[in-house]
């Protein structure tokens, strides 16, 4: 699911399909007889789990899906969801737990609906996808075994993309796209929605640290394909049982490439830190975890280990001005929009209150314990 905060332009319109229409729409686009189907969150889309029969002779309960359906302003966009479509095929070939794409009747990866509003006719394009197993992690015990895991698929995810090819590749350089991390200047067009006052004071050194010392850096990092959006809704984990017998939580399931673009392995990085951050009884350490994971695939290079800090800083802040932006766009989901506000503050104040070095020194020796066997 999208990150919450992420916000929704005015020219946006959010579909607004009912239980029956989706259900009919499963049918004639997808060729699949639904027999149970409920909405599932998200923010600018439209998600519903669907529930079919299996094949006539098959046994074993009811297949599951997740029908997506495109806002106005993706659905512009048609060859960035085909490609990223193409991606999550990609990575399940590769081995990784994402969904598959079930192919329309007519055998496309996507349909575009047009749809009469009464006064305007609104095209969304649909695709629907198999259901993974598994909860958020955000409704798991994070433990330091799952950060690492968490890193280590972040990167294991972007090296094998780097084998990824698709004749319209080229619509993943998505310009001024507010959510990727070479873009955090943009900020300052939104940061009047947190008024004056110690937040938006941070925010501003933030910004002025990262145009001072990130951009002129930009071209001295690694340059990949990233997800973009590894937040705690978006990786999902199941319970197992170890050896001793004690439960143990893996990843089972990665989720929402709805963010994807051209960018470098240590955005990845920071953007998986920050979100893990939020979800862990230790925050500072957590990020030592996840570090430690993604370079036992991917080893930082020395700039963009020293660019590590502001870069998880400028994801926070990316995070909390646009949830200020968006609440006041839309007033009636402000609960739902300012998840990531209730402990983000709190949790970049912690960091820039602590310092780069200290909070690197965290970083840095908590993964250097992996290395050296200790932990």
């Avoid at 330091?144 to 698929?153: C, H, T």
């Avoid at 507010?178 to 006052?197: C, D, S």
């Avoid at 009884?281 to 430690?292: S, T």
């Avoid at 963009?304 to 994801?315: D, K, T």
């Amino acid at each position: 699911m999208s990150s919450p905060e992420h916000q929704q332009s005015p020219a946006l319109i959010r579909p607004a399909f009912s239980e029956l229409q989706a259900s009919e729409l499963v049918e004639s686009v997808f060729g699949l007889k639904v027999t149970q189907i409920q909405p599932l969150p998200s923010y600018v889309d439209q998600n519903f789990l669907v529930q079919v029969p299996r094949a006539s002779k098959a046994s074993g309960d009811p297949l599951k899906y997740v029908l997506k359906v495109n806002n106005t302003e993706s659905s512009k966009n048609s060859d960035l969801v085909e490609v990223q479509s193409h991606i999550v095929m990609f990575l399940k070939a590769e081995g990784f737990p994402t969904a598959t794409v079930h192919p329309t009747k007519g055998g496309s990866l996507t349909s575009l609906m047009s749809v009469d509003s009464g006064s305007e006719t609104r095209s969304y394009l649909v695709r629907l996808f198999s259901f993974l197993p598994g909860k958020p992690i955000a409704q798991v015990p994070v433990t330091p075994k799952l950060l690492y895991e968490v890193g280590k698929l972040a990167a294991q995810m972007d090296r094998s993309l780097e084998k990824f090819h698709h004749p319209k590749i080229s619509s993943l350089h998505r310009g001024d796209f507010i959510w990727n991390l070479r873009n955090v200047p943009l900020l300052e067009k939104y940061t009047y929605a947190l008024g004056q006052g110690k937040n938006r004071e941070m925010v501003d050194w933030v910004l002025k640290r990262f145009n001072d010392e990130i951009v002129p850096k930009l071209s001295c990092f690694r340059e990949c394909i990233n997800h973009g959006d590894l937040n705690s809704y978006n990786i999902l984990a199941e319970t197992s049982s170890k050896a001793s017998g004690d439960p143990a939580c893996h990843v089972s399931g990665v989720l929402d490439f709805e963010d994807m673009s051209q960018g470098y392995y240590v955005f990845e990085l920071a953007i998986t830190i920050m979100y893990m951050m939020m979800e862990s009884k230790d925050p500072l350490a957590a990020g030592g975890h996840v570090l430690a994971g993604f370079e036992s695939v991917i080893p930082l290079t020395a700039e963009e280990r020293g660019a590590l800090f502001l870069l998880v800083s400028s994801r926070f802040s990316q995070s909390l001005v646009m949830s200020a932006y968006a609440s006041q766009l839309y007033p009636e989901n402000k609960d739902y929009i300012m998840i990531t506000a209730r402990t983000g503050w709190m949790h970049l104040q912690n960091l820039l209150s602590r310092g780069q070095k200290a909070v690197e020194d965290i970083w840095f020796e908590t993964a250097k314990s992996y290395t050296a066997g200790t932990f």
